[in-house]
């Protein structure tokens, strides 16, 4: 054999082995979905509302589940928790059940805003709190800080008719802005 191909051919095999050598490390996370029961139609709603939009949103990787440690808890109603250097691995989402004004006096609706709140942090990277409110003093998104009593009805001491202020037909505009903040105001 030629001196000069036997050269190339050594060279061309080191290049090779070091190639194949240097990929990235394939990351083998195990796939989860585990989503408490007390709170699996929530994360459904949620899917389902995602898909009526048009938006898949991968369930893999995905923990929601009551809290456990609610001395972690003290000022806040649920938290998502991401891997930081690969979200879509590790997303898992606490929510304070135990807490009275967290979730068990308040409404369905503001239950499931709750959820959808922190599955907007972790599913949708809704990272920060958003603070615009309408002229009314309502928030303009459903990712703001604190969300519970988002479409309950307004009652004030002298406050004879409660419907008048009933909030619960603000829920589309809510979900919508969720899944797109380009969402127009409703009127």
């Not at 029961?37 to 995905?62: C, H, M, W």
């Not at 920060?128 to 990712?143: L, R």
Request: proline fraction near 5%; glycine fraction near 2%.
């Amino acid at each position: 054999m030629n001196f000069k191909l036997l050269n190339f051919l050594k060279c061309l095999t080191v290049v090779c082995i070091f190639t194949i050598s240097c990929k990235p490390e394939e990351i083998n996370e195990p796939t989860v979905y585990n989503v408490d029961a007390s709170l699996t139609k929530y994360v459904d709603k949620f899917f389902q509302e995602a898909n009526s939009r048009g938006i898949t949103i991968p369930k893999e990787n995905l923990i929601v589940k009551p809290a456990t440690n609610t001395a972690d808890f003290t000022d806040i109603c649920g938290k998502c928790t991401q891997n930081t250097k690969f979200p879509e691995l590790q997303r898992s989402v606490e929510i304070n059940m135990a807490s009275s004004p967290c979730w068990k006096n308040i409404s369905e609706n503001d239950k499931e805003a709750l959820v959808f709140h922190e599955l907007g942090h972790c599913l949708l990277n809704r990272i920060a709190h958003k603070k615009d409110t309408f002229a009314d003093g309502s928030p303009k998104s459903i990712m703001v800080a604190n969300n519970t009593d988002l479409y309950g009805p307004c009652i004030y001491a002298f406050d004879e008719n409660p419907t008048l202020c009933n909030k619960t037909n603000r829920r589309k505009y809510y979900i919508d802005e969720l899944f797109d903040e380009k969402t127009a105001a409703p009127n």
